[in-house]
């Protein structure tokens, strides 16, 4: 399987293409800027070859490991806030970290807030992980 495409915005990968009508209501709200004006700089990877694919198949394709990748799942286009899950790899020859990678579902609405801070390093990952409800997703400050 190919990789990851490089781009200097943040890749958001669909892995699930079940429901069209879910992927486009997806796809408008995370393209849409919200009321502040606020947006993900995300690069959209909108290809069936990666179907199915789970993170850690999708953090191997990636073009370089310390870097946000979103993921478009199954759960992402089935649940009604569109809980997308953010993806922290760790670098490479992080031995503490090696095997774990930070994961956060996060609400679409909300992906600019993860996306925007990380990418600029303005927040550290744990503060969305701290942030985020019992269930385990961030639905914002």
Do not use: C
């Amino acid at each position: 399987m190919k990789s990851l495409p490089q781009t200097d915005d943040t890749l958001l990968i669909r892995t699930d293409f079940s429901d069209q009508t879910a992927w486009q209501a997806l796809h408008t709200a995370i393209t849409t800027p919200n009321e502040d004006d606020f947006i993900a700089n995300v690069h959209i990877v909108d290809e069936a070859a990666y179907r199915d694919l789970t993170p850690e198949q999708v953090i191997s394709l990636a073009p370089a490991r310390g870097f946000l990748l979103i993921v478009a799942d199954k759960t992402a286009l089935t649940t009604p806030e569109m809980p997308l899950l953010a993806v922290l790899p760790h670098e490479e020859g992080d031995d503490e970290l090696e095997q774990e990678h930070g994961k956060l579902r996060v609400i679409a609405e909300e992906l600019w807030s993860i996306e925007n801070n990380i990418s600029l390093a303005n927040m550290d990952w744990e503060e969305f992980v701290d942030a985020a409800d019992d269930d385990g997703v961030f639905r914002g400050f």
